[in-house]
Structures are given as structure tokens and as C-alpha cells.
């Protein structure tokens, strides 16, 4: 991976963990769906820097999505389990942000919250395997 390249996947990267720690900022004031935006855009940008890891790109988001489980869940590299996650707070995420009266709940959102720091531990392992 040459040094530009490496540059924006450890940006895109340290964006993730960003926004996984804004999202806690919002749970803490009990602000569920800007919640799961936040953990949302962490596994986008997530996925976002495994893509480019990958030299892989789409300029959508339903293109991000595809392309990673085209390529690392379909393969069997991020178990499908962990990878639910992301197909999850992308449905849950264009609910909340484009839905009229969707408000989601602490028993929702709480959960996911753990389910995202697994899947961003996931996605950094892989990138880590990619670099090598």
C-alpha cells in the first residue's frame, strides 16, 4: 500500500472510532436516533477504509455496503454474524434520519452500541491483515 493510500485508510479509519465515540456521547444523553447515525457512519467509514485498503470504492452508500459483502462477507474474512451489523444500523439509519415519528428506544440502540465496537475491532483486524 503506498504512503497516500495508507494515509486515507488510517483517516477513514480513526474517523470510525470518532464517530463510535460520539455515538456514546449521544447515548449518554439519551439521544437514541442521532445514536445510531453516529454508529452507522462508524461502520461506513469503517468499511469505507477496508474498501480502500482493498482499492475498492463506490461513490453510494448502498455501493459501500454491497462491495463489502460482495468481498468480505461472501468470502467468509468478517463473519456474517458481525457483519449484520452494518446491514442493520444502515436500514435503521435511513429509517431514523428520513422516516417520519421513528424514535428509537434505549433496548434498541443500547446493543448496538457493543455490536459496533466488535465490528469496528473486526474491520481494523482486517485492515491490519491487509497491510502486511
Known amino acids: ?53 482493498n482499492e475498492l470504492s463506490s461513490s453510494k452508500h448502498s455501493g459501500v455496503l454491497s462491495l463489502f459483502n460482495l468481498h468480505f462477507v461472501k468470502s467468509g474474512k468478517i463473519p456474517k454474524d458481525i457483519a449484520e451489523t452494518y446491514s442493520d444500523l444502515f436500514d435503521n439509519r435511513q429509517e431514523g434520519d428520513y422516516s417520519d415519528f421513528i424514535r428509537f428506544t434505549e433496548q434498541q440502540v443500547k446493543p448496538q452500541i457493543d455490536k459496533t465496537s466488535i465490528f469496528l475491532k473486526a474491520v481494523a483486524d482486517m485492515i491490519g491483515n491487509c497491510s502486511q
Open 1 to 53: 500500500m503506498n504512503e497516500e493510500l495508507r494515509k486515507l485508510v488510517h483517516f477513514r479509519l480513526d474517523r470510525a472510532f470518532e464517530s463510535l465515540d460520539d455515538a456514546k456521547l449521544l447515548a449518554d444523553a439519551r439521544r437514541w436516533n442521532p445514536c445510531i447515525n453516529r454508529l452507522y457512519y462508524a461502520c461506513f467509514y469503517a468499511v469505507s477504509a477496508l474498501l480502500a485498503a
